[in-house]
């Protein structure tokens, strides 16, 4: 990696800048290498130094600093100091630190695959269709809570489109955290999540055309409430997608338990949210050869570190399992080998038609969807009242009036044709990253409301 994609895997700003102050070499010794691992010591404000490793393979990390964030500052330091001084590290054998942490990581990992199999072989026939009976009923009794809940929310947004929006940022937040709470109380988690981001579009004051932003939010919501009535009607697939939204939890073993798609994946663009000391990262991917589009969705709490390590501009040759989806884009990681950064090509893009092809069929299969991934070839990026990306055919694509890094992207073409990737929402496109001059360039983006 080089050392922007290094300090993308830094939870906090300030870990990204602590890490950048232990890049030299006079803060580390011990260092050496194998072809999988780094490690080092570090020396601290005590006598004893701060032994960091990394796993080269995935990355992982592991310090034995007293530091909750992960990557800590030491790890993000040895790092970038393996990528710009790497003669540095030695090849030698691993200490016993080392080969120690490594072994119990290839240990965790066979010991889960094995549990999951003997769990598997050990469940009797009477034993699964118990459990099956027992999850059936509390899938009904939740069921019948929730649809008592969207009952009464449609009723609350006939009553508001009644009533028209003016007068909704007088009645204050409380307006929304009473429908909102009623929502989580129904166990409709995803729908109390859409009304808490409904509010939020409310009151923000910075928000081009608020009120057409948030009409359409509602429409969507009551949209999505009416399908949940009428679910029984719904293809299977749609089915998983509304109770998804609604706010169903997938096992993720389940997932995984499914064949996957073999592929090298590049990873070409990320955006992260916060709410609530919960950190959430959306990273996309795109296989080299298939030319498919997956989302990996990762969450963190606190200072805490997201359980796999993607960097934007890096690739690996892996399988990925996708969630039951009417059009499916997210998805988990189930292999993950021959980690290194991206080629100096892109897989091919499609062309714009193909690309506007494809969104208008993903909303044919499932309209909820919010933002379609878009991988654009030979635009240019034009500034003005109106910013947009023009095609060589003389054809535009607005950007999204909340896009924060104009001027960067501006810089970065110098007028010239680039390779955009972003997510587009049928309104205007937010670009997550630009392939210029064989190197990729990454948007730090927040979610855009």
Known sequence: MNADQILALAPDASSAKAGSELAGPAKWGNLGRTDSAVWGECQGSGKVP????????????????????????????????????????????????????????????????????????????????????????????????????????QTWLEDLAREGLSTLRARGPSFWNDIAARMVDAQAGGLAARLRRASGMCFDTNLPDWETRLARELASIYLLGSAWR??????????????????????????????????????????????????????????????????????????????????????????????????PLRALIKQQDAFGTLDTTLASAPTLDASLAACAD??????????????????????????HLACADGRILPLHALFRHLWPLLALSGGHPVTVMGEWDGYGIVPLAVFAEGRLHHFDNETVA
């Not at 997608?241 to 070409?268: T, Y």
């Not at 399988?319 to 059009?327: D, K, N």
């Not at 309209?367 to 109106?386: I, K, M, S």
Request: with cysteine; aromatic share 8%.
């Open 362 to 387: 993903a909303l044919a299969r499932n309209p909820f969807l919010e933002r379609f991934p878009l991988l654009l070839d030979a635009v240019v990026p034009h500034a003005g009242q109106a910013p």
């Open 230 to 327: 009428r679910l029984p009607e719904l293809a299977p697939a749609l089915q998983s997608d509304v109770r998804a939204l609604v706010g169903w939890n997938v096992s993720q073993d389940d997932v995984l338990a499914q064949a996957g798609v073999q592929d090298r994946w590049q990873v070409l663009a990320q955006h992260t949210s916060d709410n609530d000391r919960v950190h959430a990262r959306t990273s996309w991917l795109r296989g080299q050869a298939s030319g498919r589009w997956a989302m990996i969705l990762q969450y963190a709490a606190g200072s805490a570190g997201y359980d796999k390590v993607l960097a934007p501009g890096t690739q690996f040759d892996g399988e990925l399992c996708f969630y039951h989806s009417a059009y």
């Open 50 to 153: 701060y032994r960091t490793q990394i796993d080269l393979g995935e990355p992982a990390f592991k310090c034995s600093c007293p530091s909750r964030k992960f990557p800590c500052k030491h790890g993000i330091g040895l790092y970038l100091l393996l990528a710009g001084n790497g003669p540095l590290f030695a090849a030698a054998a691993p200490p016993q630190w080392v080969s120690d942490w490594l072994d119990s990581r290839q240990q965790r990992t066979e010991k889960k695959l094995q549990g999951a199999a003997d769990k598997a072989a050990a469940t009797t026939p009477e034993q699964a269709a118990t459990q099956a009976a027992a999850a059936q009923k509390r899938e009904e009794k939740r069921d019948n809570k929730v649809a008592a809940g969207i009952v009464e929310l």
